[in-house]
């Protein structure tokens, strides 16, 4: 038998509308709660969010398109 492993990824965008004088992770579809429930963190990065509601995380991953 061989090796069945992974040999390559489909990489995949997702658009994710904010309103436009708050764009911060609270409208993100990838926040996460912890599970104190306190606390929220980005699916994507990791990244805990303390100030959710306020701007985005410091290595959010998203891009701006503008239009």
Known sequence: MGWSGV?????????VYM????DCCQYCPV???????????CGQTGEYLPHYKARR?????????EG
Do not use: K
Request: with cysteine; proline share 6%; charged share 35%.
């Open 7 to 15: 040999t390559s990824y489909h990489r995949f965008t997702l658009n």
């Open 19 to 22: 309103p436009e004088d708050n």
């Open 31 to 41: 926040i996460r709660y912890t599970r104190d429930n306190d606390m929220r963190m």
């Open 57 to 65: 995380g410091d290595r959010c991953p998203l891009v701006e398109v």
